[in-house]
C-alpha cells in the first residue's frame, strides 16, 4: 500500500492495537475458536485510522458522519450487503455515504483488492475479535472488537481524540477487588448471557451516559434495607411496591419470546431506569432490579464518619492508581457516591457526569476504602 497518513496519532498507535489484535486472535485459534477475524497489520491500522479521523472533521449537509468501519473480506460477513463496484477509502467516500450508514450495528466493510484498502459493502455481523472502528463525534474515534461470545458490549482496545490517545490496560482487571463490571469491560470476562447482572449493569451504564443529564445509580442488595440508613426520608420518589419491570424480563429471558423481541424489550427497560437517574437525586435498584427510588438523597449514615480518601483507578496504559480526597473527583454526585459506598460497604454506585466522565463506586476489603473507576474510555 502507497498511502501516506497524516494523522500522527495513528502511527503512534497502530504497532500496539495490531499486537493486541494478533495476540488475541492467536491465542483463540490455539483454544479451537471459530469464525475468528483476520488480524489487521500496523499498516492497515495506521490507513483506517487516519482515513476514518479527517472524514469525521468533514460534514455531509451540515452533518458530521457517524460510522463504525470494520476490517474483514465478504465472505467473512453473513448476509453482507455487497456493492456491486468497491469504493476507495478515503475521506470523501466515507462522508458521502454515512448518512445511510450511521444507524447502530452497521459496519463498512473494509478490505483488500489489489493491494488497495477498499470499501465493499456493509454488514451487521463481524467475526470474532474482529477490528472495529468507530466515529461517533468529530475528531473521537474508538478502536474496538466483537467480544468472543457475542454478548454485550464491544470490547474497546484503544480511544483517540485528537492529540490525546488513551489505550485500554487489560492488566488492571487482575487489579484486587476490580469489579466485576470492570474485569468484563475490559474482556477479562464475559457475560454469560443477556441477563446476566453485570451485563445489565454495563447496559445501564451505557444508558445513563447517553441521556447526557448526568446521573447517579446505586445498587443495593436485595436482602437488606441497611441503605435506607444512608437516604434522606421520606424519600420523595420512594416506588412501593419495587418495580420489577426490568427484573421480571430478565428472570424470563428464553420462556415464550423471540430472541429479538425479548432483547428489544430489555434495551426498554434499561433506558426506563436509565432515564430516572437524570433527575435530581440517586436512582435506586436492588441486586434483583427491582427499582425502589428515584431523586433520592444520600446522607452520612448516624455514627459513621465524612469519607475523606478514596483510590481512583484509570484502566489505561500508563494510568496510575492514586489516592485522593473524593472532592477532588468531580462534584456533589461523585462525593455523595463515595460517601454511601464508605457507609454502605456491600453497595454499588454508578456515577455519570454530563461531560461523558462516568465512574465506578465500590468498597475494596484489601485497601480498606472506597475505590472509584473512572471507565468512560470503555463505555464509549
Given amino acids: 500500500m502507497l498511502y501516506e497518513p497524516t494523522y500522527q496519532a495513528a502511527r503512534k498507535v497502530s504497532e500496539t492495537v495490531r499486537n493486541h489484535f494478533a495476540h488475541h486472535i492467536a491465542t483463540a485459534h490455539k483454544q479451537g ?11 492497515v491500522i495506521e490507513q483506517i485510522i487516519d482515513v476514518a479521523f479527517w472524514a469525521s472533521l468533514r460534514k455531509e449537509e451540515g452533518n458530521s458522519p457517524k460510522i463504525s468501519l470494520a476490517f474483514l473480506s465478504p465472505q467473512q460477513a453473513e448476509k453482507a450487503l455487497v456493492f456491486e463496484k468497491e469504493l476507495p477509502l478515503n475521506p470523501v467516500t466515507i462522508t458521502k455515504i454515512a448518512p ?21 459493502g456493509t454488514t451487521i455481523t463481524i467475526p470474532n475479535f474482529c477490528f ?54 475490559l474482556g477479562y470476562t464475559s457475560p454469560a448471557s443477556w441477563n446476566d447482572s453485570v451485563n445489565v449493569l454495563i447496559q445501564l451504564a451505557v444508558s445513563m451516559r447517553a441521556h447526557g443529564h448526568g446521573g447517579s445509580l446505586l445498587v443495593v442488595p436485595a436482602c437488606s434495607e441497611e441503605w435506607k440508613q444512608s437516604i434522606i426520608h421520606p424519600i420523595k420518589y420512594a416506588i412501593q411496591p419495587a418495580f420489577s419491570g426490568l427484573a421480571d424480563l430478565i428472570m424470563n429471558e ?28 440517586a436512582t435506586i435498584i436492588n441486586t434483583k432490579h427491582e427499582l425502589l427510588a428515584f431523586g433520592s438523597k444520600i446522607v452520612m449514615r448516624e455514627g459513621s464518619s465524612r469519607v475523606k480518601q478514596m483510590c481512583l483507578i484509570e484502566p489505561i496504559i500508563d494510568g496510575q492508581a492514586v489516592i485522593i480526597h473524593p472532592a477532588q473527583n468531580g462534584g456533589t454526585r461523585h462525593l455523595s457516591a463515595a460517601q454511601f459506598v464508605h457507609d454502605q460497604h456491600d453497595a454499588i454506585a454508578l456515577v455519570a457526569s454530563q461531560d461523558g466522565q462516568f465512574t465506578i463506586f465500590t468498597w475494596s476489603p484489601h485497601h480498606g476504602m472506597v475505590q472509584a473507576y473512572r471507565i468512560d474510555t470503555l463505555l464509549l
Fill in 100 to 120: 445511510g450508514v450511521e444507524r447502530a450495528g452497521i459496519h463498512i466493510g473494509v478490505w483488500f483488492k489489489n493491494d488497495e484498502l477498499v470499501i465493499w
Fill in 33 to 43: 475458536e471459530q469464525k475468528l477475524a483476520t488480524a489487521p497489520g500496523a499498516d
Fill in 132 to 185: 472495529v472502528l468507530d466515529v461517533s463525534e468529530p475528531g473521537l474515534l474508538v478502536i474496538k472488537h466483537r467480544r468472543i461470545f457475542g454478548l454485550g458490549k464491544y470490547t474497546n482496545v484503544a480511544v483517540l481524540k485528537g492529540d490525546d490517545v488513551r489505550i485500554v490496560d487489560e492488566h488492571s482487571a487482575t487489579f484486587t477487588d476490580c469489579p466485576a463490571i470492570v474485569t468484563t469491560l
Fill in 254 to 281: 428464553g420462556t415464550d419470546q423471540s430472541d429479538i423481541f425479548w432483547k428489544s424489550a430489555l434495551s426498554r427497560e434499561v433506558d426506563n431506569i436509565g432515564g430516572l437517574t437524570g433527575v435530581d437525586g
